[in-house]
C-alpha cells in the first residue's frame, strides 16, 4: 500500500533564507506531483516529475525526485513572504491512476 | 464556463441526513477524483474513476457513495452523515497519460452538526 511521507509538517523561516521540504514515499512509483494551496483556496499545480534525476525549477522553487531511494525534494532558495503556503507532493501509485498525498507541509516566510 | 465546479460551495447539514456534493468538469478529463481534506491528515482519497461507469475505493471510502454515469459528472453522496465527516471536499480530474496533472475544484466545506 502506497504511503507518502512529508516533512516537516510546518515551517517557519525568514525572508531571504534557504530550506528544503522533503517527501518520501513507500513503492514504486513513476510520476510525482507538487502543489501549492493557499489559505482557503484550491489547490495549484507547481512541478511533475516522472523520471529519476527529474529536476525542475521555477522561480525560487525547485523540484528534483530521486526514484531509487523514493525521495522527492521541494528546496527554496531566497524565500519571501509570497511563498507562505501549503505544500503538497503527490504520488502516482505504479500501474494505477490514482494518487495519493502527503500530509502537506505548512510554511510561513517572516518578513 | 470551462474548467471543474463543486457545488454546493458550503453545507451544513445534520447527523443522519443524506447529503450529495456535485463535481462537474468541462474538460472531458477520463480520470476524476474526490479528496477530503482535515487539520493534519493532508488529502485523503475518497473514491476515483476511470471513466463512467467506472469507480474505485480510495483510502477513505467507508461511509460515501459516488456514481459517474456521465464522463463530465462525478457525484458524491454521503448517505447518512456523520459529524466525523465534517470537512472539505474537494473533487479533481485529470486526463489521461503519465506526465499530466490533477486540476482541482474550489472545494466544499460541509459541516455535521
Known amino acids: 500500500e502506497l504511503k507518502v511521507e512529508q516533512n516537516p509538517l510546518f515551517l517557519s523561516m525568514q525572508e531571504g533564507k534557504n530550506y528544503t521540504i522533503y517527501c518520501n514515499y513507500s513503492?514504486?512509483?513513476?510520476?510525482l506531483y507538487w502543489y501549492r494551496q493557499d489559505p482557503g483556496k484550491s489547490l495549484e499545480s507547481l512541478f511533475v516529475?516522472?523520471?529519476?534525476?527529474a529536476v525542475k525549477q521555477e522561480g525560487r522553487l525547485m523540484a528534483s525526485l530521486d526514484t531509487k531511494a523514493r525521495l522527492s525534494t521541494l528546496h527554496i532558495t531566497a524565500a519571501v513572504h509570497d511563498l507562505s503556503a501549503t505544500y503538497f507532493c503527490?504520488?502516482?501509485?505504479?500501474?494505477?491512476?490514482?494518487?495519493?498525498f502527503g500530509t502537506g507541509t505548512r510554511l510561513k516566510v517572516l518578513a | 464556463d470551462a474548467g471543474i465546479t463543486q457545488s454546493p460551495r458550503y453545507k451544513i447539514t445534520e447527523t443522519g441526513r443524506q447529503v450529495t456534493l456535485m463535481c462537474h468538469q468541462t474538460?472531458?478529463?477520463?480520470?476524476m477524483f474526490w479528496y477530503r481534506q482535515d487539520l493534519g491528515h493532508g488529502l485523503r482519497l475518497i473514491y476515483y474513476?476511470?471513466?463512467?461507469?467506472?469507480?474505485d475505493k480510495g483510502e477513505v471510502p467507508d461511509g460515501y457513495v459516488v456514481s459517474r454515469s456521465k464522463t463530465e459528472n462525478f457525484p458524491l453522496t454521503l448517505e447518512s452523515a456523520t459529524r466525523s465527516q465534517t470537512s472539505v471536499y474537494f473533487c479533481?480530474?485529470?486526463?489521461?497519460?503519465?506526465?499530466?496533472?490533477?486540476?482541482f475544484g474550489q472545494g466544499t466545506r460541509l459541516t455535521v452538526v
Open positions: 474513476s476511470a471513466a463512467a461507469d467506472i469507480t
Open positions: 513503492t514504486t512509483s513513476d510520476r
Open positions: 516529475l516522472l523520471s529519476n534525476g
Open positions: 503527490a504520488v502516482g501509485g505504479s500501474g494505477t491512476y490514482k494518487y495519493i
Open positions: 479533481a480530474s485529470r486526463a489521461q497519460g503519465a506526465g499530466t496533472e490533477a486540476f
Open positions: 474538460w472531458s478529463h477520463s480520470y
